[in-house]
C-alpha cells in the first residue's frame, strides 16, 4: 500500500475504535519520506510508491537489534503484530475486527 493508504487506514482504525493512537507510532514513522535531492518531505498525495510496511518493520527490527536497541525492536514487532491481524482482510471484515 501506499504511505497515504496506511495512513487512512490508520485514521479509519483510530476512529472506530480498533486501535489506539499509542499503537500506531511505529506505522506512523514509516510513512515518513524524505527526498534525498532537497531534504524535504515528500507529499503523501503525490507519492504513489507501494510499500510492504511488514517487510520494512522487519528490516527496521534487524536495524534496532543491530544497534542493541531492544525497545525499539519490540515497537516494530508490535506493528508487524497488529498489521498481521488486519492483513487480508477486506474492508468489512476490518470493520467488525477488534
Known sequence: MTRQEMVDWMNRQIRNGRISLD?????LSMTMKV????????DMATD?????????ASQGIEWARSHSDQQLAERLQ??????Q??????????????
Open 78 to 83: 508490535a506493528a508487524i503484530e497488529l498489521m
Open 23 to 27: 499503537e500506531t507510532s511505529s506505522l
Open 85 to 98: 491481524r488486519f492483513q487480508g482482510k477486506t474492508t468489512e471484515e476490518q470493520t467488525q475486527a477488534g
Open 48 to 56: 504513489h510508491e507501494h510499500i510492504n510496511f511488514i517487510e520494512r
Open 35 to 42: 527526498s534525498v535531492a532537497t531534504g524535504q518531505p515528500v
